[in-house]
């Protein structure tokens, strides 16, 4: 159970990601590594019709950071490299049960916008129609 207390879940169709704790800065490149791997698995799961990949619907990332207790620039710079991942590959990370100490953090780094949390956003698979593609700078939506 986490710091929250609920368990890591992630809405159908998005890839879930949980952040270890402590999470060290030696840490970052394995779980960078590990979301490109888990993002090339979804994108190449067949549609719900048996098409093959999932095409311009992306799935949403649902990074869980409920256990991170250890609250630093480590932790930053994790969740901006994981976010910068998915992004490369045309999907976006959401936060999942954050702690108030982490959204503070984020927020006076000013970085509310590049690392949103998926209380505060569209943490589900994108309506039909729309893109999800990666836009120019982190921080637009």
């Given at each position: 159970m986490g710091q929250q207390g609920q368990p890591p879940v992630a809405?159908?169709?998005s890839v879930l990601l949980v952040l270890p704790d402590p999470l060290?800065?030696?840490?970052?490149?394995?779980l960078c590594d590990r979301l490109q791997a888990l993002l090339r698995n979804a994108d190449a799961a067949p549609h719900a019709d048996g098409t093959p990949g999932r095409g311009p619907a992306r799935a949403p990332v649902i990074c869980d950071v409920g256990e991170v207790t250890q609250v630093d620039?480590?932790?930053?710079?994790?969740?901006a490299r994981?976010?910068?991942t998915a992004r490369r590959l045309g999907h976006r990370a959401w936060l999942s049960r954050a702690s108030p100490r982490l959204r503070l953090l984020i927020t006076l780094a000013g970085l509310g916008e590049a690392l949103p949390f998926a209380d505060t956003?569209?943490?589900g698979p994108p309506a039909p129609g729309s893109s999800s593609a990666p836009r120019p700078g982190?921080?637009?939506p």
């Open positions: 809405p159908p169709g060290t800065r030696a840490d970052i490149p394995g620039t480590v932790t930053l710079d994790a969740l994981l976010q910068l956003g569209p943490p982190l921080g637009q």
